[in-house]
């Protein structure tokens, strides 16, 4: 069974610019997470996807922003990149029906802001 | 306070030896916790999920107290490949978003 998938592997922008990063869940799971893991912070919660519909969210600001497609991959948007923002973003799957289910997780995309 | 805290490490420990890790978690309406195991520049894997009465697979052992709020990891004959960071995490509430302490790494030596 195919596990989650992420790309790009890297992607580096410079500051003020767009990212888009992509993800495609393991088949079945209709629940996306996204968590960005900054060097010396540790994960972070960013979003959470569920049938299309936006969750949950972490405390980011609005310039972080997201979508999932009918068939459950999911895009995370990062808009007027700042060089913080510079980080591994982990997408995680998992199914959900209003009980949990362990995530898991893709290699992430690896983003430098310069 | 972090909501969910680990001893960063390193615990260097020689080949055969048994460790243990504590994590310490601040939100008493924490509901579900697991172990995440993360190799260097990798993605976070599941290594277990933690019961209330305890779970053992193989050579790793979790171990729940909800009335101190600490869950503990302990691993048995230690090997090299077990080198890692290992990773508390928390669920609480119905928000599913998994709430991660800081890591303790594990360097296992020959």
């Known amino acids: 069974e195919a596990g989650v998938t992420q790309s790009p592997t890297h992607l580096i922008k410079t500051r003020g610019q767009q990212a888009t990063l992509r993800c495609s869940p393991i088949?079945?799971?209709?629940?996306v997470y996204w968590y960005q893991q900054a060097l010396g912070l540790g994960l972070q919660f960013l979003l959470w996807?569920?049938?299309?519909?936006?969750?949950n969210r972490g405390n980011f600001p609005p310039r972080f922003s997201g979508r999932q497609f009918p068939n459950y991959s999911s895009e995370l948007n990062v808009n007027a990149l700042e060089l913080e923002d510079s980080a591994l973003y982990l997408c995680?799957?998992?199914?959900?029906?209003?009980?949990?289910?362990?995530?898991?997780f893709g290699p992430g995309t690896r983003l430098t802001v310069t | 306070r972090k909501e969910v805290e680990q001893d960063p490490g390193p615990f260097n420990v020689p080949e055969g030896a048994t460790v243990a890790f504590n994590c310490t978690y601040s939100?008493?309406?924490?509901?579900?916790f697991f172990w995440y195991r993360q190799d260097c520049r990798k993605e976070p894997k599941l290594l277990m999920s933690?019961?209330?009465s305890g779970n053992e697979d193989g050579r790793f052992t979790a171990q729940l107290n909800r009335a101190s709020q600490y869950i503990s990891l302990l691993i048995r004959d230690s090997k090299l490949s077990d080198s890692a960071t290992y990773l508390c995490?928390?669920?609480?509430?119905?928000?599913?978003?998994?709430?991660f302490g800081g890591g303790t790494r594990l360097m296992v030596k020959p």
């Open positions: 995680a799957s998992s199914l959900w029906d209003r009980g949990y289910h362990e995530q898991y």
């Open positions: 088949s079945g799971h209709t629940s």
């Open positions: 996807y569920d049938e299309g519909e936006e969750r």
């Open positions: 939100n008493s309406a924490s509901q579900s």
């Open positions: 933690v019961y209330s």
């Open positions: 995490v928390v669920i609480r509430g119905a928000g599913n978003m998994l709430t």
